[in-house]
């Protein structure tokens, strides 16, 4: 079944000035959405619409607005089987994969729906007797988001949860490729009780969106963006905020490293790189992009992955599957792109050599034309190859190797991005150091570069974003701003810094 959807703004179905089709990557040949694509007025439109609504909004008491959180966690949980599939047919995740994405949803409304009674501002002590000092978190006011489509519906509610929650209305645009995922949470999200206009969604292509934003901007109609997305397109959105004196929150790309120290347990090391790496066909912005081995251990690592690599299965994501296909066209001519420059340059130790042609490393299952590729492990990869410095976005992992920990930690740092790592040991004392060294934001022992838990503060460093984190309490100082009251009941002026009594 072929679902028709368009934008919706203060409630009402807006207007297209385009289509798309959002297909299914593991049969191309069948259509899950006809989606209507608005321009850049409605964007604009969209963001007046929401700043009206978010007056009211902001009126209703934090714990009344932490309840309607909580309506939409149940109502996630209800239909947690139809949104996960949906996701599965959308963009070829695997269905435990997307069950467990529908899940974070849960977990952060769980973890939201008390901050409404919470939001907590301070009382602090003054410099002068009679006064009392005061701090309270307010809403921002319109907060501008747009997503990816790897993670349609969890990364998304990373975003909506906290930002309405606070007080704030949203205007969501979300990428087309995943448009019916979006749409479908959109529907339960209003279900749960938000009045109109607090949450439009509007599908646009990106220069349209790009354009209703800045007028948006240009209008004051949005105080905050929100983007997850490529470091390159997160750089512009930085600079059009920064334009307009806005500090957005940006989750962007990462080349995650995984360290594999000598005394690490090798078994657990290929399990945790088989799935930071080819987990979710390699489309996580946290899945790994380099492994950097001991070069004692590298020879017994390398085959014991390749082996792993060669018997996962890669297959319909309906199915018990390590990863399924790309999630949509773009995607696989990147990896395209990649594999050809790797060919001539590399050895690859595990992938479409000696099992399929390099111009043909297209593995088609069903016969529908899916989108599914080989996972390709590419060894000596070195520290000044496109391979090592740049996110593949894709089910493509390198290997090098190190000989101290000093040398693994530069080596990790090298790419310039700073999302998450990891690092096997059975050392704690490497594992701090590593730590220490590391600039990515997340740090892994022992475990995947992906998988963070929902209420850990998310987010990068460097190329991976502006320092702004999702997820968790911290999130909070992304939709909120503080603001300060002091209050003298002395009956006279008191000037600070001047009229303060010495001791
Ligand atoms: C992303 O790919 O943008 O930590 C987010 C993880 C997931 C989120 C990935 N919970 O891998």
Redesign the pocket.
Known sequence: MTRQIVSVVGGKDAASTGTYASINPARTSEIVAQVGLADAGTFADACRTAKDAQREWAKVPAPVRGRVIASIGRLVEANAESLARLVTREIGKPYAEALGEVR?IVDTCDFFLGEGRRLYGQTVPSEMPDKNLFTFRNPVGVAAVIT?G??PV??PSWYLVPALLCGNAVVWKPAEYAAASAHALYQIFVAAGLPDGVLDIVFADGAQTFEGLERALTEGTVQKIGF?GSSEVGSKIGELAGRHLQAPCL?LGGKNPMVIMPDAELDLAVEGALFSGFG?AG?????LGTVIVHESVHREFTERFARAVQQAEIGDPEQDVLAGPLLDQKFADRYEDYLTWIQPHHQVISGPVGRITADSPRRDFTGAGGLYYHPVVVDGVKASDRLFLEETFGPIVGVTTFASLDEAIELANLPGYGL?SSIYTTDPKHAFRFREGISAG?VSVNNST?????HLP?GGNGKSGNGSRQSGMWVLDQFTRWQSMNWDHSGRLQKAQMDVADI
């Open positions: 974070e990816a790897n993670f969890a990364v997850t989750e979710t489309q996580r912005c946290t899945s998450s997340m992906s998988g963070a838990e929902a998310f």
